[in-house]
């Protein structure tokens, strides 16, 4: 790719502002495809760019917390999102919370002024547009509810198989916090393995279990996720109604299990497969559910050995197009199959508001600094910037989208204590991504900052 002084960008979400707004400031031309309000998806009603549609809040605030760090790192990067976010904030707590929409108002307005960039209210329904034709290169930042026709040219594009169309996520928690008294290591006839975790149920506690899961309390469905009841994406309530025994035949089959408590076969089995590579996270498999968070603090923490659990991300089943990055994604978020398409946002695989707004942040600083032939070094995996985009390179087994977290960073490999380890990867993560922006600091200026 010589040059790079025009580029689309399909979808004026967060991160499609973000990296606008980024390419802007290294002087490339920038057009936003947006396609309200000419065409609204079914959770879209607001006419102005970056619209909220599920929450008003950013999430934490605290220094400490993954997120937190995250959004510092994107204020030093000088990202729009946040400082759209500081300026129409609204009173919440420890988190940070907007009014929603004085928040689009002001990235609507910051776009619109912006000289660099020019924003057409229309739809693109194909990669190989005609509008698109005269671009260097074409930015996908969608979103997770890109429409039907734009999807299905993405999945022309690349293996289909790689292109998901519903999340169907299953909690993810802390290994601090699985009692190992109970909890046990072993995949099906190998119990040796120790990439699964195992909390054997006793008869008693799966029907209790069971009968919890069926009466608790669920999240509403949306109209336009009505749809997602297929088996792949089965919540585990809806097979729990399905029969007494349809969970113990199915995803809790203990067959092939001994629990080490009794010598013997379990009557149910809960397992839980580690979700980095330095276990500091489990995946409650087959656990895919709609239940309101609350209830699902209540409702795990009823399987042995998870009684005192951490949710480090709770369960959920919802429409969500997104690509197995891993595979479909080239380091720089190109398509392998067409290297002039970048993606940007949740439609790469990230999780979330500030996620998909860092995503988008990234993309553009890396693509600006490319229009300006400079070399720019990606931030430490040990950032929390990092490790998302490491997140975005990690095959496996099941690919799921991915909030920021510090389990995707890599381990301490010193021994601490539970209390402190927060604090410690907070401290590495910002100690690392201050002395990468002094290292970059003058690529950074010279491109967009």
Known sequence: MSELSKIAI????????????????????????????????????????????????FRSDQPDAA??????????????????????????????????????????KAINEDENITLIHKEITSLDAEELAEFDAIVLAAGPLASNALSDSLAATIDATHLYFYDAIAPIISAESINMDI????????????????????????????EALIAGEKAPTKDFEKEIHFEGCMPIEALAERGEM??????????????????????????????????????????????KYKEQDRIFRMIPGLENA?????????????????????????????????????ITGVEGYVESAACGLWLGTMLAAKAKKLELAEPPAETCLGGLLTHLRTEQKNFQPANVQFGLTPALNRKARKKERKALYAQRAREKFTAWLEEQKETLEDCCL
């Open 10 to 57: 399909i979808g004026g979400g967060l991160a499609g502002c973000e990296c606008a707004r980024k390419l802007s400031r290294a002087g490339v031309a920038v057009t936003i495809f947006e396609m309200k309000p000419e065409q609204y998806s079914p959770a879209h009603s607001y006419e102005g760019l970056a619209e909220l549609v599920c929450s008003n809040s």
């Open 67 to 108: 997120v937190g760090i995250l959004k510092q790192e994107m204020r030093e990067l000088d990202s729009l999102v946040l400082e759209a976010a500081e300026a129409t904030r609204v009173p919440a707590g420890k988190a940070l919370a907007v009014n929603r929409e004085l928040f689009s108002d002001y990235i609507t």
């Open 183 to 210: 909890a046990f290591w072993g995949s099906r006839y190998n119990p040796e393995d120790k990439d699964y975790l195992n909390c054997a149920l006793n008869e008693e506690e799966y029907h209790a279990l069971r």
């Open 246 to 291: 349809t969970l113990a035949f199915g995803s809790f089959k203990p067959v092939g299990f001994t629990d080490p408590r009794t010598g013997e076969r379990p009557f149910a089995l809960v397992q839980l497969r580690t979700e980095n590579l330095n276990k500091s996270m489990f995946n409650l498999v087959g656990c895919q559910t709609k239940l």
């Open 310 to 346: 951490e949710f480090v991300r709770y369960g959920s089943v919802h429409r969500n197009t997104y690509v197995n990055a891993p595979k479909t994604l080239t380091e720089e978020l190109a398509l392998n199959s067409r290297p002039n398409i970048f993606l940007a946002g949740q």
